[in-house]
């Protein structure tokens, strides 16, 4: 499998030199011979001329960060990566690669997550080309590889996982961004190989349930909100509730037997539990009575 070869091109301001040179001096050739009706001095000195001529197609320019592919008839000679103004043969095709960072931000997805649920997520990638002649030869349009490849992998991803986890220490979508996007990366670059790109970073940048069931969704979390809210609302209490008990009967400040005990455990559930505020009921008599 052939890979990227890094060559270097001939430094184009003495080589613009010699071309001007030898221009001057086939010309001089020329009107000499003309004068002096040398038929083969002449053609010599046109030959010379038009092949200084053809000479100067061969300088290009590269910019930082930039890249050119060099093919002579077909046959791929190299990658120029250096900057600067060099001269290549005036007979290659060379074609300029980006070797910036870019980044990528893939479409809105309707896609069913692991539970069968409906919803939207969207990435953003930050990727730059590596190897310029897998780039170039491995792929026909390596950024539009670039754009299905990672939104195929998102789909992928997207539907191994649930949005939501309903059981603790189970992976999502929503509460485990880290290890989603760091899978997310992988899966992308692996895919993205063959092209000579590296990706550098993955983000998500949208995740919600489709409209048709976010309201529904919306509710089933608030529920679930309020449940963990009262299971913690009641263990509270009944902390409360064992520390008084106690502190009665370490105290003696008062004697309970089971049925008083139930039942002021009853009262104090009731005051510390209640979402309104409870109106307490003056007893007079006697707690036996």
């Known amino acids: 499998?052939?890979?990227?070869?890094?060559v270097q091109g001939v430094p184009g301001w003495p080589m613009a030199a010699v071309l001007?040179?030898?221009?001057?001096g086939s010309a001089w050739l020329f009107v000499q011979a003309s004068k002096q009706e040398a038929g083969l001095v002449i053609l010599l000195a046109l030959v010379v001329l038009l092949a200084d001529l053809g000479c100067w197609f061969g300088f290009t320019v590269l910019?930082?960060?930039m890249a050119k592919v060099v093919t002579v008839f077909?046959?791929?000679?190299?990658?120029?990566?250096?900057?600067?103004?060099?001269?290549?043969?005036?007979?290659?095709?060379r074609r300029g690669i980006s070797l910036r960072v870019r980044n990528f931000e893939s479409a809105r997805l309707k896609v069913n997550d692991h539970d069968g649920n409906p919803i939207e997520i969207a990435a953003v990638i930050v990727w730059q080309v590596v190897e310029t002649f897998e780039a170039v030869f491995n792929v026909d349009d390596y950024e539009n590889f670039v754009h299905v490849q990672?939104?195929?992998?998102?789909?992928g991803m997207a539907t191994s996982y649930p949005y939501d986890a309903h059981e603790e220490g189970k992976v999502s979508l929503r509460l485990f961004t880290s290890e989603i996007t760091d899978r997310l990366r992988n899966e992308i670059q692996e895919r993205l190989e063959k092209a000579g790109v590296k990706v550098l970073e993955t983000r998500i940048s949208h995740?919600?349930?489709?409209?048709?069931?976010?309201?529904?969704?919306?509710?089933?979390?608030?529920?679930?909100?309020?449940?963990?809210?009262?299971?913690?609302?009641?263990?509270?209490?009944?902390?409360?509730?064992?520390?008084a008990l106690e502190e009665l009967s370490r105290k003696k400040v008062v004697e309970?037997?089971?049925?008083?005990?139930?039942?002021?455990?009853?009262?104090?559930?009731?005051v510390l539990?209640?979402?309104?505020?409870?109106?307490?009921?003056?007893n007079t008599g006697t707690l036996y009575q």
């Open 74 to 93: 077909g046959v791929y000679k190299g990658s120029i990566k250096k900057p600067g103004f060099w001269w290549v043969n005036p007979f290659s095709t």
């Open 150 to 155: 990672t939104e195929s992998a998102l789909r």
């Open 256 to 270: 309970l037997d089971e049925e008083r005990k139930a039942a002021m455990v009853s009262n104090l559930l009731v």
């Open 63 to 65: 910019n930082p960060n």
């Open 273 to 282: 539990c209640s979402e309104q505020n409870v109106h307490p009921v003056v």
């Open 1 to 6: 499998m052939q890979l990227e070869k890094e």
């Open 207 to 243: 995740l919600a349930y489709a409209p048709e069931i976010a309201s529904a969704m919306l509710r089933r979390q608030q529920a679930g909100a309020v449940v963990a809210a009262r299971a913690r609302i009641v263990e509270g209490a009944v902390g409360m509730v064992e520390m």
């Open 20 to 24: 001007v040179v030898a221009a001057v």
